[in-house]
């Protein structure tokens, strides 16, 4: 698949934004979000179906979006490698939460996930005049709140028992980052 | 000879609340389609809505759909009632659970007077005693939390009261009357209402 | 989603949990309506095609009452069966499960035991459940077998509970409470 069939949105380093929920990858994002280790901190905890993305998809969405997707590129395999967006917007507040998922196995622990959220951050300060930016995650899911502080977000709050994870209830954490904070920050990441 | 019945013990029973929770002076009811547009009226009052998060315009017929029965037939992520007060006989509020989630089992507890002549007279702390009871006894909840803005002071005093605990604050989360305030946030689990409860 | 690369929700040794697949949908009609299958499946009536279809499209519900998947044999690459739980009460955190090997030739291999404990795992560990619930009629023993052999334990029996073959049979209400299943683990 190419980019210019759709188009790069935001071009980074090693990787590329496209914009997300494309039909035509819809078995791809079934096989990441059913995939048990990719799943494991997702939260995907029922098993989705081709017509649940259809249907997602397909949804008429009116009004300004709570929620904006991409597809992760990787610009020298030239392949979609995973996906990652801003969830619960709230563009009075201007802020937004960060998702991302990395769904294909080789393609992991290799800072190509910061980077990606980087580039979405950017986006979100930069375009969409965002104010304040977070991400939440198990305290149990290492690699994401480590991505986290490389990004130079901080943990502003920890969920005691909130989730039930691999048999037992686990902590959430809360990270943020806001636009002044980011302007720092982006002068190293980017 | 049997005495005649008197005219009002034959009147037909008028049904106007159907307690789901009693309490000693308000009851938990579910909500009424007949009372929507006073539901309306809370939800847009200029003083109530600016801690309610409600910064914009809400018509009879959006509210109407809240509450009317949805033709899922499975388990809501909310619960809703409304607020009645035994004595004076009307609506004065509405509380319950939203973001239900059935597997973590928790959920965000909200809970509102729309009436102001009845504020601060501790019916919101009882009307909250009934609804975390509720919550954990029969709902079988594992944790219930609350967010609340920092300027609110009245809300999050009551929430302490009811042995809320602070897990922390987010700062300059939301944007009220014209500058960012921070939100906290409470939990309570229920081994720490196991404790306060006995 | 080519017939060799499945979409893997929970993957076993020999056989893996999948989502429902609407490419596959006259495969679960033949289960359905297969009698030496369906024999056990309390369902004398006919099932169309358009019913399958209809269960699987997405529906907006609120927590779902239902959660089926299908087993798919990993060597062979093909649907062999589906199981799942169902009657899921959110409060209680009680469910009843179920399971059929839709393919008579993969029976008596243990894919129905190995399911199982697959969707047992699920259950538990993810779902939060408390208590499992299988009601499973006493002449299928190969069915009663499996239930055991996962831990679960005879509850109680309800005399002349369903009608098989022109008899009045009983039912075993098998169960298995997270605790005991948690103690089994380790």
């Not at chain 1, 990652?84 to 937004?96: L, T």
């Not at chain 2, 319950?96 to 002549?117: H, L, Q």
């Not at chain 2, 954990?136 to 009811?162: C, M, Q, R, T």
Request: with cysteine.
């Amino acid at each position: 698949m190419e980019p210019e069939e759709v188009g790069t949105f935001i071009s980074g380093k090693n990787v590329d934004l496209l914009p997300g929920d494309n039909l035509e990858h819809i078995n791809l994002y079934a096989k990441w979000d059913n995939d048990q280790e990719t799943r494991h901190y997702a939260r995907n905890i029922f098993p989705t179906t081709l017509e649940d993305y259809k249907k997602w998809i397909e949804e008429e969405k009116t009004g300004t979006p709570s929620q904006l997707n991409f597809e992760i590129y990787h610009k020298g395999d030239k392949k979609i490698i995973g996906y990652v967006g801003f969830n619960h917007i709230n563009w009075s507040d201007r802020n937004a939460n960060i998702g991302m998922v990395i769904g294909e196995p080789e393609y992991r622990n290799k800072d190509l996930g910061t980077e990606a959220a980087a580039l979405i951050i950017e986006y979100g300060f930069n375009e969409l005049n965002m104010f304040k930016i977070g991400c939440g995650m198990f305290e149990v899911n290492v690699g994401s709140w480590k991505v986290a502080e490389k990004l130079g977000m901080q943990r502003e709050m920890i969920y005691k028992e909130q989730a039930w994870v691999d048999g037992k209830y686990v902590d959430d954490y809360k990270y943020c980052i806001f636009l002044d904070e980011w302007k720092e920050k982006r002068k190293k990441l980017l | 000879m049997k005495e005649k019945l008197s005219s009002e013990e034959t009147k037909p029973k008028e049904y106007i609340a159907y307690p789901f929770i009693e309490g000693e002076n308000v009851e938990l009811c579910p909500t009424n389609l007949d009372h929507v547009k006073l539901y309306t009226k809370w939800v847009n009052d200029s003083k109530a809505r600016i801690y309610a998060r409600n910064n914009r315009p809400h018509t009879v017929e959006d509210i109407t759909k809240w509450y009317e029965p949805s033709e899922s037939r499975g388990l809501s992520k909310y619960v809703t009632f409304e607020i009645w007060h035994k004595k004076d006989k009307i609506p004065i509020g509405t509380c319950g659970y939203g973001r239900i989630n059935w597997i973590d089992r928790n959920a965000n507890i909200f809970m509102s007077i729309g009436v102001p002549e009845y504020w601060n007279k501790n019916l919101g702390t009882e009307a909250s005693r009934l609804l975390i009871d509720y919550g954990f006894k029969e709902l079988n909840f594992h944790k219930i939390y609350a967010g609340i803005f920092e300027p609110n002071i009245g809300s999050w005093s009551v929430a302490e009261k009811d042995g809320f605990i602070l897990e922390g604050v987010q700062k300059k989360s939301i944007f009220i009357n014209g500058e960012y305030v921070d939100a906290r946030s409470y939990r309570m689990l229920k081994k720490d209402w196991l404790k306060n409860h006995h | 989603m080519t017939e060799d690369k499945p979409i893997v929700f929970i993957r076993g040794e020999n056989v893996s949990l999948v989502p429902l697949n609407m490419n596959h949908v006259e495969q679960y009609t033949a289960w359905q309506n297969d009698v030496r299958v369906r024999v056990y499946d309390r369902n004398a009536e006919p099932i169309t095609v358009e019913r399958i279809k209809k269960y699987i499209e997405p529906k907006d519900e609120g927590a779902k009452k239902e959660i089926t998947m299908e087993i798919w044999h990993n060597k062979d690459k093909k649907a062999i069966g589906s199981c799942g739980f169902f009657n899921i009460r959110w409060f209680e955190r009680i469910c009843f499960m179920g399971l059929k090997i839709g393919e008579p030739e993969y029976w008596r291999q243990a894919h129905a035991t190995e399911a199982t404990s697959l969707l047992i795992d699920y259950g538990f560990k993810e779902l939060n459940f408390y208590k499992i619930y299988a009601y499973i009629f006493t002449p299928n023993v190969a069915s009663w077998k499996c239930a055991e052999k996962n831990g679960l334990t005879r509850e109680a029996v309800l005399k002349k509970d369903i009608y098989i073959n022109g008899k009045y049979e009983d039912t075993f209400v098998y169960s298995l409470l997270k605790e005991d299943w948690f103690k089994k683990r380790k």
